[in-house]
Each structure stands twice: as structure tokens, then as C-alpha cells.
């Protein structure tokens, strides 16, 4: 089992694209595999040919090491690994389970205090650990990801979501039997669905319980991680954008199509100012060789927050600070569409030293706080662009302008940046957002 992700430490064995006696060549996808934060296909390296499956598609929690298949050269006798098993191969070992923390197991008690909490003293026999019970098997075949999921184009996801369709009644025409957006469009509930619904409904629970996914399990346990150990503190700012919208338009109208900037484009672009004028914010609190340091990175690389069928993904533009408007927008609509089609490389949304979550789009969100992405030390939540009535004063007195106007809001880790330094970020990027001239020296 191979480790696609630096946290990965076991996976769930998907579809194997390959079988017994075919050969392989550098870059087919070998197998599909299910790691902890996503859907991802192994491809391999090297030539050669695919001699015995030793671990079964649905397969779960297959241990990052343990043998999964048989590989030999090209030309060696394939039949020979018929009997071949599991335990000619060495045997499986377990998934590591995680260890607590080194934190929690120390007290702040003296043993000899005579608390209820203090610890036990050395001499002091301590109670023996409980029985370990094995929990009972069902004798059922494990699903792969693929069986658990429908099989519907992400797109048609969303737009059962949006509508209350159930997916699972619908009939997929693409290839496959694959969902697609279509489908979704096209769903009509069967006449009788409603009666025995209700019925249903009077006769059990009116719920239902989604088993969480992998991902979901790591989104929820890096959030939890993030608010328990990172003391977070907020600064919001009113920025007035009517300069960077005009920008825009005069930058996008010449091009004829070959670009379209965003605003969140230029946003992104400004924190990466921000943070190199600012280069507290572009830090992060690190643990190395036992010693604790704050590790101040010298670019500046913005993961931006991009909303998939399966969770959040933050893949990464790196180097923002020395790249112009127009790659920034290429890369981040690249990585968006690769985000939703669950195409990343764990190497393009592990990292990051600043992140930016928009959610501009949304018409009803004005303002809203999020959540650090660690171990960085800041992230910026940005809401929607309203119109604002602006007193103005002329020699004919007073009138009234309409200003383009957004809430930004920073989330900073306290352990890191400081309240006025926090502060500082906020001036400098409300400054260069409202004076977008500078993101071009």
C-alpha cells in the first residue's frame, strides 16, 4: 500500500484497473485507492507485469506497507504466483493507531499533593487496562468507494442537492450507467411516492444517517484540531472596491476572451502583498526536533477554499508574490475544476502559508469568520460586494454616490501574530485593495 499523502497511514483498496498477467508500463493507473482525503488513482512507475492481487477490491483500512499485489518482470513465468498468498508475502501488520498527545498525559499535580486528579506515584500499583473485545464481523463484502457512491457526474450531485432529488432513484443515461446533469433535470417522482412516504414517516425515524467519508472524517478532525490548539482572534475591515472593479473591467476588456480576472483574483493577489509586507502573517507555529520555532516563509503561497461535492479542498497557487494577475487567474481556475473533479495531487493541496475563503458569490453572506488552516496562521474570509449610499460633497453640496463595498474578516492564530500585528495585515491589505495600481509595480 503506497502513501499518497504525508498523513495517509492506510487506505481503502478501490478498483484495480489491472489484472493477474497484464503488463504495465510507467504511468498506467494500477489501481484506484481511497486515502484519507480523497479518491486518488496509483499510477506505476516502472515496466512490468502484474503477477497476483493479494488485496481484493472494497478492501478496508490496508495498512500504508502491507502488500497489496505482485509485480515481476517482463518475460518471468506469471503462473508460478497462483498459490501465491498474503503470507507468502510477509503477512500484514495493522494501521498505526494515534498515539495521544504528549501534552495530555502530563499533569500539573504533584503525585504526593493527595488529589483526586493528581497522578499516581511511582510506588503506587497502577489499575490494569481493560480487556481488548473484538468487535463481531457481519460476513458481508466490503463496498468499494465507487459501490457506496452513485455513480453521477459531480455536477449532477450538486444539482440533486440543490433540488432535493434523490439520487439513488435515479437512472443514470451516461456512460455506465453514470448520472449525469441531465438525469437530475429530467427526475420525476413516481405517482405513488408520496403515500407510502407518509406512511414511512408515522412509522419510523424521520432521519437519515450518512456514514462520513474519509475526507470528512479528516476535514472534521483538522477543524477541531485547529480551534483546540490555535487561539484564534478576528479582525474585520469595510473596503471599498469601486477602483479594483473599474481595473478589472479595463483589464478584461481588451483581452477578447483570452482572460477573465475575478475579483477574488486580485484578492488573492493583495494578500500575497499583504503578506510580504506583513511577513508575520506569512508564518507558521513548527515543532522540530523537539524545539518549538515560528518558521517565516519567504513566498508567499495562498491555498484558496474551493467548495466540492465530497467537502472543502484549499488547493495551492504558490509564489503568489512574484506572479501577475492573469497566471494567478489561470492557476486558480485550473485548480478549482481539478478540485471539484477530484483530480488534485496531495502536493497541490498539502502546504500553503495564507489561505482565502470567498464566498462573494453567495448574495445573503455580508460577512462571515473562518477557520485557520494549520499550521498556518492566518486566513481571510471575504463576503459578498454590495452597492453602499456614500455622502459626497461637491460645490453644488451635498449628493449621494453608490460605492461597491465588501466585509473582509481575518482569522489569526494568537500564538504567532499578535493583535496589533493582525491589525497591521488588515491596513495593508484594505490599502493596496483599494489602491489596486499597487498589485502591478
Known amino acids: 500500500m503506497p502513501a499518497l499523502s504525508p498523513t495517509m497511514t492506510a487506505g481503502n483498496i478501490g478498483t484495480w484497473q489491472k489484472k493477474a498477467g497484464d503488463s504495465i508500463s510507467p504511468g498506467d493507473v494500477l489501481v484506484e485507492i481511497e486515502t484519507d482525503k480523497a479518491q486518488m488513482d496509483f499510477e506505476y512507475q516502472e515496466d512490468g507485469v502484474l503477477a497476483k492481487i493479494l488485496k481484493e477490491s472494497g478492501e478496508k ?24 498468498t498474503l503470507d507468502d508475502a510477509g503477512g500484514q501488520k495493522e494501521a498505526p493507531k494515534q498515539a495521544p498527545k504528549e501534552e495530555a498525559s502530563e499533569s500539573s499535580e504533584a503525585p504526593e499533593s493527595g488529589s483526586e486528579t493528581a497522578p499516581p506515584s511511582e510506588g503506587e500499583p497502577k489499575s490494569p487496562a481493560p480487556e481488548a473485545k473484538e468487535s463481531e464481523s457481519t460476513g458481508g463484502r466490503m463496498q468499494t468507494s465507487l459501490e457506496r457512491e452513485p455513480n453521477a457526474s459531480p455536477a449532477a450531485k450538486a ?47 424521520s432521519y437519515e444517517d450518512i456514514p462520513a467519508s474519509s475526507m470528512r472524517k479528516t476535514i472534521a478532525n483538522r477543524l477541531v484540531q485547529s480551534m483546540n490548539q490555535n487561539p484564534h482572534y478576528f479582525v474585520s475591515a469595510t473596503l471599498s472596491v469601486t477602483k479594483l472593479m473599474k481595473l478589472r473591467q479595463a483589464l478584461n476588456d481588451p483581452a ?6 475575478s475579483v477574488n483574483d486580485f484578492l488573492v493577489k493583495a494578500c500575497a502583498v499583504a503578506c510580504k509586507k506583513i511577513p508575520a502573517v506569512n508564518s507558521s507555529w513548527r515543532e522540530t526536533n523537539g524545539q518549538v520555532v515560528i518558521r517565516q516563509h519567504n513566498t508567499v503561497d495562498v491555498s484558496v477554499a474551493v467548495a466540492t461535492p465530497v467537502g472543502l479542498m484549499t488547493p495551492i497557487v504558490k509564489s503568489v508574490d512574484s506572479l501577475g494577475l492573469q497566471s494567478i487567474s489561470v492557476q486558480i481556475r485550473d485548480l ?22 470567498n464566498m462573494g458569490m453567495n448574495p445573503a453572506v455580508e460577512r462571515f469568520t473562518a477557520v485557520i488552516n494549520p499550521p498556518q496562521a492566518g486566513i481571510l474570509a471575504v463576503g459578498t460586494l454590495r452597492k453602499v449610499a456614500i455622502p459626497a460633497e461637491s460645490e453644488d453640496g451635498t449628493s449621494v454616490e453608490w460605492d461597491d463595498q465588501i466585509v473582509v474578516t481575518g482569522s489569526f492564530d494568537h500564538k504567532v501574530v499578535d493583535g496589533a500585528v493582525g491589525g497591521e495585515w488588515i491596513r495593508e491589505f484594505k490599502k493596496v485593495v483599494e489602491n489596486p495600481l499597487e498589485m502591478l509595480l
Open 256 to 261: 477578447d476572451g483570452k482572460f477573465k480576472l
Open 61 to 84: 483500512d490496508v495498512a500504508v506497507g502491507n502488500p497489496i499485489a505482485v509485480m515481476v518482470e517482463e518475460g518471468e513465468d506469471v503462473s508460478a504466483f497462483e498459490s501465491f
Open 159 to 205: 444539482l440533486a442537492l440543490e433540488r432535493g432529488v434523490p439520487i439513488k432513484e435515479v437512472k443514470g443515461s451516461g456512460p455506465g450507467g453514470r448520472i449525469t446533469k441531465q438525469d437530475i433535470e429530467k427526475f420525476q417522482p413516481s405517482a405513488g411516492a408520496g403515500a407510502p412516504a407518509a406512511a414511512a414517516t408515522s412509522a419510523g425515524p
Open 336 to 357: 478549482g475544476k481539478r478540485a471539484r473533479d477530484g483530480k488534485l495531487k496531495p502536493e497541490e493541496y498539502q502546504g500553503g502559508t495564507f489561505t482565502i475563503s
